[in-house]
């Protein structure tokens, strides 16, 4: 199978099983915000964000590096996952000595052992994810996702509708559905013929760590982009505000997930490619090229019909949200092209070069915020959002470049500034904004179907002609 059809592959199993998945937890937003009040949902989105945060360091990072490590041939993969358990299991227990520090933070309203569950939960459900993709088992690995979307889905409506158990019954549903999801893929993929005591390998854990602490701050740093906007807006704003903030992400996930899908199987393509040294840069070139059009067109379509799908999509109470939501789909367009240069970090090894860009992210966010949220509310957490997300760019890009993959600077200026002009048109209420929004797409759609056909046409091309690299 060559690279082409191989990519093509993995991302339509990524599609059935992790976007699929996905987008019916998105349709459960009307659920959601029916059955939590703003302030009950704000809460729900603290408590979630605060145990993403806490999921790195309780995991040492590590399940980022096995899927790297499972993925090169050049490791045992019994070896790899035997060393991970061992270093997860160190870090889980230190997570659990250190939980009763949770009960010291006002704003979780006492909350803690939800955040435990949460946190314990997903560390293992990601480690046997993760070591299954890297395995190759790629229809699994979407099964287990779909399976943890159906239970974690049918739990809201048993413990929201029908128990009225509020927020718990919201963060309890996720943490049953990483449980099974995990159980499911203990049997289905028979892993623990994977594990021997015996297996761990002094020098694999070195090279494991060496490579994923560094993503622990990386993670975090993301972690301080993304939520230290709702902190602020929960300080300067209150808590309902802060509700109808992090509904505002909502929309933007529908890129996310999009980007999402493509990032994972983008990655598994990457590993593979980099071995062929003489095409690889030309190869990955193609790919983001194509990708960033896709990405750009998409975010200028959804900042047009914002306004109608959040009227039809959201509560009444939740309706504000639209205001902030053209500029999440900016960040969120950015975010996506983040991930994708970040590849060539993950390929190469270079961790540390990863967690400098979310540094800067990470620094600017916080900054910004501070700036713009006491004067413009949640519009400003936005706004700071996209920003930050930039210079990551800017920064990544330069990276990249230098390492002779193109990525369309001037076609990435004027993209840009199309899309800042339509959320500018939009945020502003000018008269006649939607014929305006109108004329932006149109533009866009101009200036990335040139390279938008190209790449499609190459790419089918490729497959049909089965070239291989």
Known sequence: MNRYKKLL??????????????????????????????????????????????????????????FRFTADDKYDRKACFSTAVSLIACGTLGFLLLSPLLWLIDALHGFGWLIILYVTAAVWHYLLAYFVRGLGKMTLFSGQGILNTVITVGLNVVFLLVLKMGLVGYVLSVVIGDVVSSIFMLFAAKIGEYYSFSAWNKQLAHKLLSYSLPL??????????????????????????????????????????VSGVFAEAWQTSAIEESKEKGTYCSFFS?????????????????????RWICSWLYAPDYYSAWQSVSWLLLATVFTSLVTILGTSYMVNLKSGRSMRTAAVGAVSNVVLNFILIPHYGAVGAAVATFISYVLVFVARGIYVARNGIKIGVMRTVINTGLLVGQAIVLTAEVPHWFLWEAMFVLAAFIMNCKQLVAAVRGVFRAIICKKSA
């Not at 659920?31 to 302030?39: A, D, I, K, N, R």
């Not at 906007?229 to 929960?234: A, E, Q």
């Not at 509904?247 to 996310?256: G, R, S």
């Not at 790919?287 to 998409?298: E, K, P, S």
Request: hydrophobic share 50%; charged share 10%; glycine share 8%.
């Open 286 to 306: 193609e790919i983001y090229t194509g990708f960033a059009c896709v990405m750009f067109l998409a975010g200028s379509g959804l900042i047009w019909l914002n």
């Open 216 to 257: 622990i701050p990386t993670d975090l740093f993301w972690w301080i982009t993304d939520l230290s906007d709702r902190f602020l807006v929960t300080y300067y704003c209150g808590e309902a505000v802060n509700g109808i903030y992090a509904v505002a992400y909502k929309i933007p996930t529908l890129l996310t997930l």
């Open 9 to 66: 592959s993995n991302t339509i199993i990524f599609t059935i099983g992790t976007f699929g998945s996905k987008l019916l937890v998105f349709f459960m937003l009307p659920l959601y915000t029916h059955c939590l009040s703003t302030v009950e949902y704000g809460t729900a989105d603290l408590i979630t964000q605060c145990a993403n945060f806490l999921i790195p360091l309780a995991a040492l990072g590590v399940y980022k590096g096995v």
